[in-house]
């Protein structure tokens, strides 16, 4: 921070303060405090206002740009505003709220910009002002302008552009019409790295992925995505390209590409950092329909040695081909696997074959598959580095299937995280076997496992009062006085309350059926 000779003759306390400190304490409040702070005395003015990551991000949801910004004009250095949000309140962003930005001398941005009224004529004068400094471009409820409008100038006014996240973009794409997208000859090859696209409808992205040949992260989020294949054609080609996500979800947002951090009670996903010099680290296909052998198996047989994370959810154009192709490779680096929600068969060999290449599974995800048993199971209980199982709704594991998972010696030390819902195979029995041998669990969540009663559940929250490793514990409370967490609720609040997030999802019983009460 430069030290003006007025501030420092000021006898305000806040001039006694380090930079370092005067930045951490700046750090914890928002904009408009800081704003409202410089009104406190001159040296609270000039320290704020000389403050450079104060104008990292300027937003209009505090204030109107450029009127409330005009009298702090004189601060603002373009290379320190690093990010620009206009929201719009229900209206177009104002054209001089840009034209502010790039008389600072702004030349690298992130803009995100998000309004269900923008017009073309707006859009257009955005990207013509500053659309050569733009990096990052976050595009969101687009409700009026369609792709053939938004792509065509990005790929004119936005020759920098990295990372583009277009959110429910016109999502009155008739379910079965593909877009009629042409580009003209004349446009250069892209420098975009990422790519994150939220859509309804069937929207041709094989032919937009040709301008973008350095592309290394993509996200699609199309449930009627019919041009599944020729896209994995297209991204076949694409050597650098690291993540590939087909997914029908709220779409990812940039950010979240880079490396995630788990958190308690949260599905687990990938948290590595893709490598710039490697191949494919990541496929995720969640429930696509229009997914096919003739698109997955070429993909994975040329990235099986790279990939760390494979996610197969919801995929019911796969078919046995996918399963003999999985079972026949090495997966060397192979981190983290999702299977789920398939009409394939996997017979209980091909799965422990896999299991066999994959010896450095770190995190495994189960969902709604007949193929896992109680053999496959107990293999499971031996994989060296397994850290984190989800299970759910696996009807054809048994009790007995558990227990040998459990019981395993390397569970003892390595397992930190079990997510085990609606799984019939739980119960007091099994969950006393997890207390006394995992003793490093850290998340253990049993919604939706209603033969777990009192008992056990008590005996489970014993054990881990005294240890300090658990920090997450889910369940499902009952209203029934025959089976079922009923008091345990409140002895796991009284006894580890303080120190483990507690989370519970009521459970009835309805025509002597377990069902689950959303809150």
């Not at 040949?213 to 896209?231: E, T």
């Not at 919801?314 to 398939?342: I, K, R």
Request: charged fraction near 20%; glycine fraction near 4%.
């Amino acid at each position: 921070m430069t030290q003006d000779s007025d501030l420092t003759a000021n006898s305000s306390f806040i001039t006694r303060f380090p930079y370092d400190v005067l930045s951490l304490i700046f750090s914890q409040l928002s904009f408009k405090q800081c704003i409202r702070a410089t009104c406190v005395c001159r040296a609270w003015r000039l320290s704020l206002l000389q403050w450079p990551r104060l104008w990292h991000e300027l937003s209009d949801q505090d204030y109107d740009i450029p009127r409330h910004m005009m009298p702090y004009a004189e601060f603002i250095a373009g290379q320190e505003v690093r990010t620009l949000r206009l929201t719009a309140r229900g209206r177009s962003p104002r054209s001089d709220a840009v034209e502010f930005i790039i008389d600072r001398g702004c030349t690298n941005i992130e803009a995100h910009l998000s309004s269900s009224f923008l017009k073309k004529e707006t859009l257009s004068q955005f990207f013509e002002l500053c659309g050569s400094n733009l990096t990052v471009l976050t595009l969101n409820n687009f409700l009026h302008l369609a792709p053939t409008v938004v792509f065509p100038y990005v790929l004119k006014y936005c020759p920098n552009l990295q990372h583009l996240t277009y959110f429910k973009g016109y999502p009155r794409i008739p379910t079965r019409k593909r877009l009629n997208w042409e580009f003209p000859d004349d446009f250069n090859l892209h420098q975009l790295i990422s790519l994150n696209i939220d859509f309804h409808g069937d929207v041709p992205i094989d032919l937009l992925l040709p301008h973008f040949p350095k592309l290394r992260w993509i996200s699609l989020n199309a449930p009627n995505f019919l041009s599944c294949f020729s896209v994995l054609q297209t991204l076949h080609g694409f050597r650098q390209c690291q993540i590939i996500r087909f997914w029908n979800s709220p779409a990812m947002t940039y950010d979240r590409l880079q490396p995630l951090v788990v958190t308690p009670g949260i599905r687990p996903s990938a948290t590595y950092s893709p490598d710039i010099t490697s191949g494919l680290q990541e496929l995720s296909l969640r429930h696509n329909s229009h997914i096919n052998d003739y698109g997955f198996i070429p993909i994975v047989q040329d990235n099986h040695s790279t990939l760390s994370h494979l996610d197969i959810c919801g995929c019911t154009g796969l078919t046995d081909e996918t399963v003999a192709s999985l079972a026949s490779l090495e997966w060397p680096n192979l981190q983290t696997f999702s299977l789920g929600c398939v009409d394939i068969i996997f017979q209980q060999q091909q799965l422990i074959s896999f299991f066999c290449l994959a010896r450095r599974l770190s995190t495994i995800e189960l969902d709604q598959t007949n193929a896992i048993t109680d053999e496959v199971m107990s293999f499971l209980g031996d994989l060296d580095h397994l850290h984190t199982i989800h299970l759910h709704s696996l009807n054809s594991v048994s009790r007995t299937g558990m227990e040998q998972f459990f019981a395993s010696d390397t569970k003892r030390s390595k397992l930190r995280e079990a997510y085990l819902e609606h799984m019939d195979s739980i119960d007091d029995g099994v969950i006393k076997m997890i207390s006394q041998n995992c003793i490093r669990l850290e998340v253990l969540d049993i919604s939706d496992c209603h033969k777990v009663n009192d008992v056990g559940f008590m005996e489970f929250v014993d054990v881990f009062a005294n240890r300090k490793s658990l920090r997450y514990l889910g369940y499902s409370s009952s209203s029934s006085v025959i089976h079922g967490i009923i008091k345990g609720g409140n002895y796991a609040t009284e006894k580890i309350g303080d120190r483990v997030q507690l989370t519970n999802t009521p459970m009835m019983v309805y025509n002597h059926r377990i069902m689950t009460v959303n809150n």
